[in-house]
């Protein structure tokens, strides 16, 4: 079946600094890449749509000065939480369509810790 | 806009009992609807589908789920739970919104199962 990769899939980092998350689709293509944000036993909120080629589309709410997202490749797509703050702490989670197929494939997830 | 409601946050069962869990969904056409479950440490996992075929929809491990139009329900079950069923389900709606496709999630329902 598709797989979804996210590294790192834990990062504890200071206030202040930046992060990079990455999301590799492994065995397939993916033009669309989903982000979501999950805070301890809540749902998964879309943050933004993620298209290579072009800028991501972010959701109401999000910052997208903060919550920077590039779409180098059909198949990798990162998000940067840039200068992180405690409240930036949360389980970030992509997803991605196969361009050839239908469905939504998930990450297993990043845990971020800003301290 | 389409929404779904998840009617119970935590629903205990003891192992080889039914499973029922609850949703509810606010559409003004006919949705695309899916159940996905979250185990810990792990990538959120497609468990089933309707997209306005049988009503009936069978997934992986044992799970199916009824779309009824009339009570606007999806409910997710299963005749026997197993230990390993213990994880926490997201009755998820599919939107359109300005063009993009995107999976709008349910609040989620923790499953328990007992010896």
């Known amino acids: ?115 | 806009a389409q929404s779904v409601t998840q009617l119970d946050s935590h629903v205990s069962v003891s192992e080889g009992t039914p499973v029922l869990l609850r949703c509810n969904y606010s559409s003004s056409y006919s949705p695309s609807l899916f159940w996905y479950v979250q185990h810990p440490n792990k990538g959120l996992q497609l468990l089933l589908k309707y997209t306005s075929a049988a009503t009936l929809v069978k997934g992986i491990n044992g799970f199916e789920a009824e779309f009824k139009k009339s009570e606007t329900s999806f409910h997710l079950t299963k005749p026997s739970a197993h230990m390993s069923d213990a994880a926490e389900y997201f009755c998820v709606v599919r939107r359109m919104n300005t063009g993009f496709q995107k999976l709008v999630f349910g609040t989620g329902t923790r499953l328990l199962v007992s010896p």
């Open chain 1, 1 to 115: 079946g598709a797989v979804v990769s996210q590294h790192p899939s834990w990062v504890i980092c200071k206030s202040g600094t930046s992060v990079k998350i990455e999301c590799r689709s492994l065995d397939f293509q993916a033009t669309t890449m989903f982000w979501y944000r999950q805070f301890p036993k809540q749902s998964l909120m879309l943050m933004a749509t993620s298209n290579e080629g072009s800028k991501a589309t972010y959701e109401q709410g999000v910052e997208k000065d903060k919550f920077l997202i590039n779409h180098a490749s059909l198949t990798l797509s990162t998000l940067t939480v840039t200068s992180a703050h405690p409240e930036d702490s949360s389980f970030y989670i992509c997803s991605a369509r196969p361009d050839r197929s239908p469905g939504y494939y998930f990450g297993p997830g990043t845990r971020l810790l800003v301290l």
